[in-house]
């Protein structure tokens, strides 16, 4: 017994492209949002806490927003093929994604040393993983 019969949904030539400039635009407000998060969370321990936390703040909100926009680039420029960007290609994507932050964190806690703040690292990285949140409070509905 079929509960729900539905046709799929037909989308014109022209709905596909405004989904897809939605979608670029989307992605490129996100990586600007968290780099915005990112720069904050720096400045603020660059005020309080010196220059050594604040360019600890910076690494940590890079090893992430570089991965990220570039992500967000690849996805972004897979939105003008007619056929998109397929699930593998998401998933690798994604995977690769967090290996470069994951090698990212290493080359700060290597090449840092022991003057890495990694309070200020870590707080730099929660805020740029976080950073929608900013897009969502100034654009609202509007940006999702």
């Known amino acids: 017994m079929k509960v729900f019969e539905t046709e799929p949904i037909q989308l014109s030539d022209q ?3 405004l989904i897809a400039h939605k979608s670029r635009a989307m992605l490129m407000w996100l990586a ?3 780099l915005l998060a ?3 969370v720096s400045v603020l321990f660059g005020i309080f806490s010196g220059q050594v936390a604040a360019l600890s703040a910076l690494a940590g909100a890079a ?3 570089l991965p990220n926009t570039l992500a967000a680039l690849r996805l972004a420029l897979s939105s003008f093929r007619p056929q998109g960007s397929g699930p593998v290609a998401l998933l690798v994507i994604f995977l690769a994604k967090m290996l ?3 090698v990212l964190l290493y080359f700060v806690a290597i090449y840092g040393g022991e003057q890495v703040n990694w309070l200020a690292v870590l707080l730099g990285l929660i805020a740029t993983l ?3 949140v900013i ?3 100034i654009f ?3 940006f999702l």
């Open 135 to 137: 897009a969502l409070l």
């Open 15 to 17: 709905d596909k492209r």
């Open 140 to 142: 609202g509905r509007k």
């Open 32 to 34: 600007i949002s968290q």
């Open 38 to 40: 990112g720069l904050f």
């Open 100 to 102: 470069v932050a994951a």
């Open 63 to 65: 090893s992430y927003w």
């Open 130 to 132: 976080k950073g929608y």
